[in-house]
């Protein structure tokens, strides 16, 4: 690995009792080895489990220490508290160039991720209006969604909000998902293309 120039990185750690994959980590233990690397284009998701205190970085921390690496170009994105003794940390290169983002929650703060056509949520917290209206912003090719969370909706008669346009979506799977979002993606106020 010596002579790698380019490396594409898409990981998925769980983690028991521990923190999130950060930028120390992952220069000690992998880009260390790649002293010719000039591109680097990644996406890590840590899902830690834990049933004891620890202090987890924020999306500040992980973001700076990143850039203080020398990778400016990044965005992270973490869980805001543990939810039933689990959280999620999301560190990524921009542009983004994978065509899914999984694993994501509703502390997902927005963006743009032009190439995305797969977005899954595995979450404990409802799910709102406000945001999926984030999500058709940032996802505006977005060929299939699909919800994982039994939370009823918290608001789900202030839908006075705009319209949300998902034009490109052809699969929603909302299985293993609370009724409300049934409703909700049924209602005039979410427009469902199907292709």
């Not at 963006?111 to 999500?135: A, N």
């Amino acid at each position: 690995m010596l002579n790698l120039e380019e490396l594409t990185l898409y990981l998925s750690v769980l983690r028991n009792n521990s923190t999130y994959v950060d930028d120390n980590e992952l220069y000690d233990d992998v880009l260390k080895y790649m002293p010719r690397l000039n591109k680097f284009t990644f996406n890590i998701h840590t899902y830690v489990s834990c049933y004891r205190s620890i202090d987890l970085p924020s999306n500040i921390d992980i973001r700076n220490s990143f850039i203080r690496r020398g990778c400016p170009s990044i965005d992270a994105w973490t869980d805001e508290k543990f939810i039933l003794s689990r959280n999620n940390c999301h560190v990524y290169s921009l542009p983004y160039e994978f065509d899914d983002f999984l694993f994501m929650t509703n502390c997902f703060q927005g963006g743009r991720f032009d190439k995305v056509r797969k977005v899954s949520f595995y979450d404990d917290y409802s799910l709102e209006h406000q945001f999926f209206t984030i999500i058709s912003e940032a996802f505006p090719f977005l060929h299939c969604l699909i919800i994982h969370n039994s939370s009823p909706l918290t608001n789900n008669q202030n839908h006075t909000s705009k319209s949300i346009s998902l034009n490109h979506l052809a699969v929603l799977d909302i299985l293993d998902a609370h009724i409300d979002y049934v409703v909700q993606f049924l209602s005039d106020k979410i427009l469902v293309y199907f292709v």
